[in-house]
């Protein structure tokens, strides 16, 4: 089934993201001020709550619950070596830094918002939706979509959100155009069918 999804253009969702992420290191650094949060565990206790807060209060963008609601679930199935603050410390600066200085997987994420932006679908599908093309092909060819197996997706980025494996879409619509982007953030792609490409790691 398709989803409908509150989307920002690319733009306004990095600058929410990075307000996201800087209000949150601004609460954690004023909390240190005052004694608190100062050893791994107390730090992380503090910005699962924070999270919390912020999720539960609807303080940021739609567009970027999803961040923050990973962030909550990252940090409740591996407590504090989840690392949520060197995290929220990697997304600030991915997200006010220049291009180059960018993962893949978050350049990645945003050339998917600016496709959305501009009308496309995108849609992570499990692998026995994957194995039927034709009915993945039908079900969205009415609108430009952009479609990932969901366990590419997850297993071909490192922790660190580098591209460690090739990662393979499909596309109906406009493939030309999803190049055009992928190529704007640097994304090294490889036309694999007339359907598909394929993202490939740096050699």
Known sequence: MKRTHDTLPPEQ??????????????????AQ??????????????LQRWLTVAYKQKRFPRAIASDIEGLLTL????????GLHHRLEYLWASCTGPVSAQSDLYRLTYAIEQLKS???VNAAVSDGDWGNEALLVQEYSD?????????????????????IAPV?????????????VFQARAL????????RISLQPKQ
Not at 33 to 46: E, I, N, V
Not at 146 to 163: I, M, N, P, Y
Not at 188 to 195: D, F, I, K, P
């Open 13 to 30: 969702t990095v600058t929410a993201l990075a307000h996201f992420a800087w209000c949150a290191l601004v609460a954690l650094r004023t």
């Open 118 to 120: 501009q009308g496309w």
């Open 143 to 163: 609108t430009d979509a952009l479609l990932v197996r969901k366990s590419a997706l997850t297993g071909g980025f490192s922790d660190e959100g580098k591209l």
């Open 75 to 82: 940090g409740r199935s591996k407590g504090p070596a989840a």
């Open 33 to 46: 001020q005052d004694g608190q949060a100062l050893s791994p565990l107390s730090t992380h206790a503090f």
């Open 168 to 180: 393979e879409f499909l596309v109906t619509g406009n493939l030309s155009a999803c190049t055009e």
């Open 188 to 195: 090294q792609s490889v036309m694999v069918a007339l359907n």
